[in-house]
């Protein structure tokens, strides 16, 4: 892995000063390669599997819920996860979900558990493909209650919000992907080109998902659309979403911050106090003073 990491260095220092569109591209097509797919992980019994197609690729996922004989409409809760994740990361929320008396809609993005590859090709996807994942489970099953989105998931479902047909009355981000510029910023000191390749780079990237560098922040796309009730949450230690990141995110939305500690990116998603914050948040529930959550160190309403 070092070998290849110093070979690629001495490649795109030299294609920085002979061929920068070129080794643009190249540098595009690595940031878009999907990791390894994660491997499945333990869902509760009784979902259904579904599919649906998004730019005429198939997406899988799983939907639970009680048959209560009601004629009113279900309530939805969409299930949204981030880069190298899946569904099945949201496992721990499925029945506290379906117990509060929401269908609880799981997915998997393109390139991604078990969905197969977006019109970009095997092994390579992006945030737009997610969105556009997600707004066709959506037409398929209908209004939602609420979206959980998790790390990439946060934007891609802002730009559902944006540029699909999807609706939410509540929104859930938790460990969110706030911006991609400082992601770039280390990707390309990473790489080691230069500004000639960095601008082919920018360029590159628009012409595939249509999205200017620069937009490509939570913040900025969720002042395209109208504001819903929100719940952040993040862990302090978090090394793939910056603390103080997600912190202006849920200052700029005026969103309430809930904070953990010793959780990290991923944990967060299974564990018994937060997935207990999730629900009440969407059903409405306001948690007595005096409840336990003894890894929550932080539930304070952020003011713009």
């Not at 070998?3 to 260095?9: A, K, W």
Request: aromatic share 8%; glycine share 10%; net charge positive.
């Amino acid at each position: 892995m070092r070998f290849r990491n110093v070979g690629l260095r001495m490649l795109f220092r030299n294609a920085d000063l002979l061929a920068p569109r070129l080794a643009g591209r190249i540098a595009r097509d690595l940031w878009f390669t999907a990791p390894p797919r994660m491997a499945d992980l333990a869902v509760p019994p009784g979902g259904a599997s579904f599919e649906v197609h998004a730019q005429g690729h198939a997406v899988r996922g799983r939907v639970w819920e009680e048959q209560s004989g009601s004629s009113e409409p279900p309530r939805s809760v969409y299930l949204m996860h981030g880069w190298g994740g899946r569904g099945s990361q949201f496992g721990a929320m499925v029945e506290p979900l379906v117990q509060s008396g929401y269908r609880v809609v799981m997915l998997d993005a393109p390139a991604h558990g078990d969905s197969d590859p977006g019109p970009v090709g095997p092994r390579r996807t992006n945030g737009v493909e997610f969105a556009k994942a997600l707004d066709a489970v959506y037409c398929r099953f209908g209004p939602a209650e609420a979206v959980v989105a998790h790390s990439l998931g946060t934007i891609a479902t802002y730009l559902a919000m944006r540029f699909g047909w999807l609706g939410t009355k509540r929104l859930v981000l938790i460990a969110p992907m706030v911006q991609s510029q400082s992601l770039f910023d280390q990707f390309q000191a990473a790489l080691g080109f230069g500004k000639r390749t960095r601008r082919a780079f920018d360029r590159s990237l628009y012409d595939w998902v249509g999205i200017p560098v620069a937009e490509f922040d939570a913040r900025f796309q969720a002042a395209q659309v109208d504001p819903v009730p929100t719940l952040v949450l993040t862990d302090r230690g978090d090394r793939q979403t910056p603390h103080a990141d997600v912190v202006d995110l849920a200052t700029s939305i005026g969103a309430p911050l809930v904070t953990t500690e010793g959780l990290g990116h991923r944990k967060i998603l299974r564990d018994p106090d937060v997935v207990a914050r999730v629900v009440d948040f969407i059903a409405g529930r306001r948690r007595g003073r005096r409840a336990p959550f003894d890894r929550v160190s932080e539930w304070r309403r952020l003011t713009p």
